[in-house]
């Protein structure tokens, strides 16, 4: 089985940064690509930011030059540095990875639990 924990929530005020880790662990053989999700209440879960194995980004375009994802294909570890946050970036972000297991024939998308970010005015 794979799990995918994140970590780097939390509170912040207006103008402030954070940054999120996502670390996979389990049998995996392989990871395509890595990417954060959010949603925010009452919202449907969107798209912040994807990284594929070879390193190309895609972001937002509510979230072009203010968030850089990265990632470290050796700890199979995916990366979420946010500045100049706003209140509307207020929301779970949920990190995603598309895994090869070991003995799989497949990619399969795996979620983590999710992280908390609070941006307060």
């Known amino acids: 089985q794979v799990q995918l924990v994140e970590s780097g929530g939390g509170s912040v005020q207006a103008g402030g940064s954070l940054r999120l880790s996502c670390a996979a662990s389990?049998?995996?053989?392989?990871?395509?690509?890595m990417g954060w999700y959010r949603q925010a209440p009452g919202k449907q879960r969107e798209l912040v930011a994807t990284?594929?194995?070879?390193?190309?980004?895609n972001y937002a375009d509510s979230v072009k030059g203010r968030f850089t994802i990265s990632s470290d294909n050796y700890k199979n570890t995916v990366y979420l540095q946010m500045n100049s946050l706003r209140p509307e970036d207020t929301a779970v972000y949920y990190c995603?990875?598309?895994?090869?297991?070991?003995?799989?024939?497949?990619?399969?998308?795996?979620w983590g639990q999710g992280t908390l970010v609070t941006v307060s005015s």
């Open positions: 995603n990875a598309a895994i090869l297991l070991q003995g799989g024939v497949r990619f399969l998308e795996h």
């Open positions: 389990g049998s995996i053989l392989m990871i395509n690509t």
């Open positions: 990284i594929t194995r070879g390193g190309s980004a």
